[in-house]
Nanobody
C-alpha cells in the first residue's frame, strides 16, 4: 500500500503561483510512477502531469505545458507540482496518484490516490 497526502492548495489570483506537494508513505515510493490529475465541478478528471520513478521522463498535458513543473524527491518521498501563471480555468481539486506499473495520462491504471487539495484561481 502507498498512502498519498496532498497539500499546498488555496486561493490565488490569476497570474499567481502555487506549489502543491504530495507526501507519500508505505511501500518504497521510488518504485512508483506518480502523476497529478485535477477535477473541476461538473467535469471529468483531467490529466495534468506525470513523472517516472526515476524522474527521467516527464509528461504534461498541453493545457499546462510551460506553466507547471512536476518533480519528485525520492529521498523525501515527495512529489511536487509547481504551478505558475495560473488561470481561472486551472481551478479544480488536484489529486496525486501513483502506480508501480503504469506511467501515462489515463487515470484508471493508477492504483493509489490522495484525498485531493482545492486550487481556486480568481480572475
Amino acid at each position: 500500500q502507498v498512502q498519498l497526502v496532498e497539500s499546498g492548495g488555496g486561493l490565488v489570483q490569476a497570474g499567481g503561483s502555487l506549489r502543491l506537494s504530495c507526501a507519500t508513505s508505505g511501500r518504497t515510493f521510488s518504485n512508483y510512477a506518480a502523476a497529478w490529475f485535477r477535477q473541476a465541478p461538473g467535469k471529468e478528471r483531467e490529466f495534468v502531469a506525470a513523472i517516472t520513478w526515476s524522474g527521467g521522463s516527464i509528461y504534461y498535458a498541453d493545457s499546462v505545458k510551460g506553466r507547471f513543473t512536476i518533480s519528485r524527491d525520492n529521498a523525501k518521498n515527495m512529489v511536487n507540482l509547481q504551478m505558475n501563471s495560473l488561470k481561472p480555468e486551472d481551478t479544480a481539486v488536484y489529486y496525486c496518484a501513483a502506480s508501480k506499473f503504469y506511467y501515462g495520462s489515463s487515470w484508471s491504471p493508477y492504483d493509489y490516490w490522495g484525498q485531493g487539495t482545492q486550487v481556486t484561481v480568481s480572475s
